[in-house]
């Protein structure tokens, strides 16, 4: 039968001060290099194996996948034409578009989306999304069959997911470790040159075959019409001078400027805001394993919970740009509870902390709470914490890294207790993508807890939404009951845009393709 794609879960998601900047057809303009500013360098262009807003605003230019998602974040066909599923819910069947190319010429056939499929379930950060597929297969040169062992109803929300994407890759590629590919992929932009710490430049794919029947730009599907020559994205981390650049006219785009900065550009006649709320979920994730010291003791994690102050840690680091929020899942969401975990969020309560850690047998081993320095919000957010938490009488060192060091810091099973960090993309796209966070080998929080494995795979599975939202519910109770995580808050984000971008869409990610340089 034909595959009925789901709605996920974004809800209203995100709510825009800045109306789309929009011209006459005749007015499009050919040419030029457009420049977007962001605060960190993408630790790597290998896209499904990081869930990284600095990699994905990259590799989403470079890289398409089988299905994506649309501007309401619902499933589309993007490189599949058509998708079937049988009967029995066990076999998917894609239909490819033809035609389409790859970055080095080679013409993208079935044989490649098989290696790509077989790769990601290899390697690919959300695998195990993946771990019911019993075969890939690729019956003819444009017709690609994912067979799964049991009926999974979240599964086409798990390939389009962007979080870590799925994307297709030459098959030669797809045979190569992780972080070890040549950026090959079939979207609209090639690769140019990547500078770690400095810059990313594209150029247009001449030979880019554009998706005629999925209408206009359309979340990360649609007709992909580039108009600019080439882009940049530049990697700047302070704030002013991201904004210097931008008054100056040396960047187009900012992925985000502070609060004050904006109020000052209000009136400014060259640059618009835009205010996207919710944008990103921010956490306190706590070493839970072994080799957390201290925090593996669940007497400290739940005084730290204890602890913390959101409301304090969120208008300091915010700059007012946030809202208190104890669920997991956006208040837009279908799958929003009003009750599972308020009963610990924002307790700001250093008395019962320190009852909680007399309690534990705590003998002021250090806790070391580590930070990126290309993310202020994020520094700030950390060092609130960790004010907050000297206060509650812990021995606590802030550890600052720039946003690579601090990413492999976090995925050491010792060395850390508190990682202070936003979930952006995940928790906007559905139910499936936070919780992968406290699931699998590679869970965040360092123990692997199987009432978790068992939440999470009957969140994915169960057939009804009831069943699935009460497998979420208990999901979260664990997380919270076992303080793997403390909950801070929503944040918002302002970013900046000139005004010589023109039919310029806000985004979750800084689209270059649909614009042009007046």
């Given at each position: 039968?034909?595959?009925?794609?789901?709605?996920?879960?974004?809800?209203?998601?995100?709510?825009?001060?800045?109306?789309?900047?929009?011209?006459?057809?005749?007015?499009?303009?050919?040419?030029?290099?457009?420049?977007?500013?962001?605060?960190?360098?993408?630790?790597?262009?290998?896209?499904?194996?990081?869930?990284?807003?600095?990699?994905?605003?990259?590799?989403?230019?470079?890289?398409?996948?089988?299905?994506?998602?649309?501007?309401?974040?619902?499933?589309?066909?993007?490189?599949?034409?058509?998708?079937?599923?049988?009967?029995?819910?066990?076999?998917?069947?894609?239909?490819?578009?033809?035609?389409?190319?790859?970055?080095?010429?080679?013409?993208?056939?079935?044989?490649?989306?098989?290696?790509?499929?077989?790769?990601?379930?290899?390697?690919?950060?959300?695998?195990?999304?993946?771990?019911?597929?019993?075969?890939?297969?690729?019956?003819?040169?444009?017709?690609?069959?994912i067979t799964l062992t049991d009926r999974v109803p979240s599964f086409i929300e798990q390939l389009s997911s962007p979080r870590a994407p799925m994307v297709i890759i030459p098959a030669e590629e797809a045979a190569k470790e992780?972080?070890?590919?040549?950026?090959?992929?079939?979207?609209?932009?090639?690769?140019?040159?990547?500078?770690?710490?400095?810059?990313?430049?594209?150029?247009?794919?001449?030979?880019?075959?554009?998706?005629?029947?999925?209408?206009?730009?359309?979340?990360?599907?649609?007709?992909?019409?580039?108009?600019?020559?080439?882009?940049?994205f530049r990697i700047v981390p302070e704030a002013n001078a991201r904004v210097a650049a931008m008054e100056t006219r040396v960047g187009h785009f900012s992925e985000s400027v502070p609060n004050q900065t904006a109020k000052r550009l209000k009136d400014s006649k060259d640059i618009q805001i835009v205010t996207l709320m919710p944008w990103s979920m921010a956490f306190a994730i706590i070493n839970s394993g072994p080799g957390g010291g201290a925090t593996a003791k669940l007497g400290v994690r739940r005084a730290i919970q204890a602890a913390i102050d959101a409301?304090?840690?969120?208008?300091?680091?915010?700059?007012?740009?946030?809202?208190?929020?104890?669920?997991?899942?956006?208040?837009?969401?279908?799958?929003?509870?009003?009750?599972?975990?308020?009963?610990?969020?924002?307790?700001?309560s250093p008395a019962k902390a320190k009852q909680l850690l007399a309690e534990a047998g705590y003998a002021r081993e250090e806790i070391v709470i580590i930070t990126t320095s290309q993310i202020a919000l994020v520094k700030a957010q950390a060092e609130v914490t960790a004010e907050q938490l000297k206060a509650a009488g812990m021995n606590v060192r802030v550890a600052v890294f720039d946003t690579p060091g601090y990413i492999a810091r976090a995925g050491q099973p010792e060395g850390w207790n508190i990682y202070i960090g936003?979930?952006?993309?995940?928790?906007?796209?559905?139910?499936?993508?936070?919780?992968?966070?406290?699931?699998?080998?590679?869970?965040?929080?360092?123990?692997?807890?199987?009432?978790?494995?068992?939440?999470?795979?009957?969140?994915?599975?169960?057939?009804?939404?009831?069943?699935?939202?009460?497998?979420?519910d208990r999901f979260y109770a664990r997380v919270t009951d076992q303080a793997y995580a403390v909950k801070l808050g929503d944040n918002g984000l302002l970013q900046a845009v000139r005004n010589e971008v023109k039919n310029f869409k806000p985004y979750r990610v800084p689209r270059a393709w649909g614009v042009w340089l007046e």
């Open positions: 039968m034909a595959l009925r794609i789901l709605r996920a879960a974004l809800g209203a998601a995100a709510s825009l001060a800045l109306a789309v900047t929009t011209a006459p057809a005749h007015a499009q303009k050919r040419g030029g290099d457009l420049v977007i500013l962001q605060q960190s360098t993408p630790i790597t262009l290998d896209a499904i194996t990081s869930t990284e807003q600095a990699v994905r605003n990259v590799t989403m230019h470079l890289f398409e996948m089988l299905v994506t998602r649309d501007e309401g974040a619902n499933p589309i066909p993007d490189l599949a034409a058509k998708i079937d599923e049988s009967a029995d819910g066990l076999t998917y069947t894609f239909t490819l578009r033809q035609g389409v190319k790859f970055h080095n010429g080679k013409e993208m056939t079935s044989a490649d989306a098989k290696a790509s499929v077989e790769r990601y379930g290899r390697i690919g950060f959300d695998r195990a999304d993946f771990a019911k597929i019993k075969s890939v297969a690729a019956p003819d040169k444009h017709t690609l069959t992780a972080n070890k590919i040549a950026p090959i992929g079939t979207g609209p932009f090639q690769l140019v040159d990547y500078v770690p710490d400095s810059h990313v430049k594209m150029k247009r794919f001449e030979d880019y075959k554009a998706n005629e029947g999925a209408g206009e730009r359309n979340g990360f599907s649609g007709r992909k019409v580039v108009h600019v020559d080439t882009v940049t409301e304090e840690v969120m208008t300091v680091s915010t700059d007012g740009v946030y809202r208190l929020d104890h669920a997991f899942n956006y208040p837009e969401s279908q799958y929003f509870s009003a009750d599972v975990g308020k009963a610990v969020y924002n307790q700001a936003e979930f952006g993309l995940a928790p906007s796209i559905g139910p499936y993508g936070l919780p992968n966070f406290w699931t699998g080998p590679k869970n965040w929080q360092k123990l692997l807890d199987p009432a978790l494995e068992t939440a999470f795979d009957e969140l994915k599975s169960k057939p009804t939404l009831a069943e699935r939202k009460a497998a979420a």
